[in-house]
């Protein structure tokens, strides 16, 4: 009769009669000291790569004058507002810290809601502000939300947003920001109620509520409801800082009707007075977001309103130039990469300022109109051997004449 071979540990060599449990597999075994020790090696690694995850975001607090200072070097202007955020978020992650240290009194969200203009730098003030506090940061459209039930993201897509930022690590996403991009979209469309549901309007205003001011959200990982067998991810949102913006379109009527502009008699400082017309956003306080359509609870969680001025010739001249990341540096830059000097004169820049003050579309207009006058170099210039290109005030006339954006119509 021939003996069975004795059973052993593939791993560790020890014999059946050495080990309690001897576990069998395909074509091996394993005792009980090996799959400790096995377990201790995983521990260990994904503790390691916890510490690595949290230390790529882990935030450090900037007193309000050295957030602005960063600001600063990449918005031009804005000064109220930057100070105004500065403060707020300073405040939000000081919050943060008091409720770790177990303190009796419990500081309340400063969530911000920014009014502005389009292309006058709301989402680059939020933007530059995560980056310089290294915390995750999404942006988010309010358009697309819609109530539970109806075709359209839910409100807890914006924290799938955050999670899928930071690589789902859940600790730094519950100390991160959330810009929500155009907010007005998503008011109120009248008082008078009708016979069809404000889907995307009012309900979800209300679904807002409660993760503005913070609670646990069950947030499904890869967003949308379409996947009803997806584990989700519990979420605390009491300290992710909430950024709303919009241009709430037709507000300046609404603080006209408020804020008196119509003064007359013999004191009445007239030059203030057109100066106040010309700029009512400043003057704009929650009553009138209220009367613009956002209901009063949301507006409850949304404590700080600041306003972003209109830009003039002279911040836009600035902001072709000045910031980090300016728009003429970023084609410098471009052209660089093709081994070419590009040199713009003076009166290109003014030429610029003025067709975006004509058209009316802030910062953003001055990149498409930059695009207008620098395609067809673009185009033709690499791969040749131009090593130096001179942007004249004739050059930048003569090509935006020939683009399609000459065509618009200013109303």
Do not use: W
């Not at 949290?54 to 200072?69: D, H, L, N, V």
């Not at 009194?105 to 400063?110: H, N, R």
């Not at 506090?133 to 819609?146: C, E, Q, R």
């Amino acid at each position: 009769m021939a003996k069975q071979p004795s059973l052993h540990c593939s791993f560790c060599g020890r014999s059946r009669d050495e080990v309690k449990i001897l576990i069998a597999g395909q074509e091996g075994h394993i005792c009980e000291n090996c799959v400790e020790h096995a377990q201790e090696i995983i521990a260990q690694e994904l503790q390691i790569k916890t510490e690595q995850q949290s230390a790529q975001y882990r935030f450090t607090i900037r007193k309000p004058q050295e957030i602005k200072t960063y600001i600063d070097q990449y918005v031009i202007g804005q000064n109220e507002a930057k100070k105004i955020l500065s403060v707020a978020v300073y405040n939000h992650y000081k919050r943060i810290t008091q409720k770790q240290q177990q303190d009796e009194v419990e500081i309340e969200k400063s969530n911000i809601v920014m009014v502005g203009e389009t292309g006058t730098g709301k989402t680059l003030l939020a933007k530059t502000v995560a980056k310089l506090l290294n915390v995750p940061f999404a942006i988010v459209d309010a358009t697309v939300f819609t109530e539970a039930g109806y075709v359209g993201e839910d409100v807890e897509s914006m924290l799938t947003r955050l999670l899928q930022v930071c690589n789902y690590d859940v600790a730094a996403a519950e100390k991160g920001i959330v810009y929500i991009d155009e907010i007005d979209k998503i008011a109120r469309k009248g008082d008078n109620p009708s016979i069809t549901r404000d889907v995307s309007g009012e309900g979800v205003q209300q679904g807002l509520l409660k993760m503005l001011e913070g609670t646990e959200v069950l947030v499904p990982p890869q967003g949308g409801r379409k996947h009803p067998e997806q584990k989700m991810i519990k979420v605390n949102t009491s300290n992710i800082l909430f950024i709303c913006g919009g241009a709430f379109d037709g507000i300046d009527k609404v603080i006209a009707r408020r804020v008196n502009t119509n003064a007359i008699g013999f004191n009445v400082n007239k030059d203030q007075q057109d100066l106040q017309r010309k700029n009512l956003l400043q003057f704009v306080n929650a009553q009138d977001l209220k009367s613009f359509g956002l209901i009063p609870e949301l507006l409850g969680r949304l404590p700080v309103v600041t306003h972003l001025e209109p830009l003039d010739a002279e911040t836009l001249r600035a902001i072709l130039t000045e910031p980090k990341n300016s728009l003429v540096k970023q084609y410098t830059r471009l052209f660089e990469l093709e081994g070419i000097t590009l040199k713009i004169d003076d009166g290109v820049l003014d030429f610029m300022v003025g067709k975006a003050m004509e058209f009316k579309l802030g910062a953003r207009g001055l990149r498409s109109i930059c695009e207008h006058i620098l395609t067809d170099a673009m185009f033709e210039l690499p791969g040749s051997d131009t090593k130096e290109f001179h942007i004249t005030t004739e050059y930048a006339q003569e090509q935006f004449n020939k683009s399609k954006m000459n065509m618009l119509k200013v109303a």
